[in-house]
């Protein structure tokens, strides 16, 4: 069990054919999750391929990651807690400024995965909509994004099976509103059989 302390992430190998285990051993925590194929980083996760290929804009249990080049990167093996996100870009310093008014520096998840993912040779604008594990975004009949807190607890967790050699950037997530208000660590495991 690897622990991500709050408002920073990690960066690391995820070799085709294992299992990775995301939880919030505190609950209401988001996690900002990226994708790339360790042997061409060009290849990388897709919001829009997902979203289009498993016909839904809520991505759970039994459902497929997606990369640009419509290739298949994890499957989700179990969702315990059955509400993540894949329409919101990862938070960054500019999050704070436009939607938060606040002007000093702030952690995010966009420096928390460029920063961690620079050993593999990623540049910051290279990284690419996050599927944020544990989100809770809402959606009015007019369109309009609402994010609520998660209702994940600290028994909940998402077990992904990698389909192809990756390169994984996690986070503990630093928006406030995408955490109700508070900041808490997540925790992962990789598995070379299903647990």
């Known amino acids: 069990m690897q622990t991500i302390s709050k408002q920073s992430g990690v960066g690391f190998i995820l070799k085709q054919g294992e299992y990775l285990k995301v939880s919030g051993p505190k609950g209401q925590q988001v996690s900002d999750m990226v994708l790339f194929n360790k042997n061409d980083k060009r290849e990388k996760i897709s919001s ?7 016909e839904s804009i809520l991505i759970s249990k039994d459902n497929f990651l997606w990369s640009n080049r419509s290739n298949k990167m994890m ?26 008014n606040k002007e000093d520096y702030h952690p995010s998840c966009f420096e928390n995965l460029y920063t961690n993912l620079a050993k593999f040779d990623i540049e ?7 599927f944020n594990i544990f989100m809770n975004v809402q959606f009015e009949k007019n369109g309009k994004i609402i994010v ?8 909940d967790y998402v077990l992904f099976e990698a ?15 995408s955490n109700g208000g508070s900041f808490k660590e997540i925790q992962y495991e990789i598995f070379k059989e299903l647990p």
């Open 75 to 100: 499957k989700i093996i179990e969702d315990t807690n059955g509400r993540n996100d894949f329409l919101l870009a990862p938070c960054s310093p500019e999050t704070f400024k436009i939607m938060y």
């Open 148 to 155: 609520d807190p998660p209702f994940n607890t600290p028994e």
């Open 48 to 54: 829009g391929k997902t979203l289009d290929f498993e």
């Open 124 to 130: 910051p604008d290279e990284i690419p909509t996050a």
């Open 163 to 177: 389909k192809m050699d990756l390169i994984v950037g996690l986070t503990a997530c630093s928006a406030e509103d």
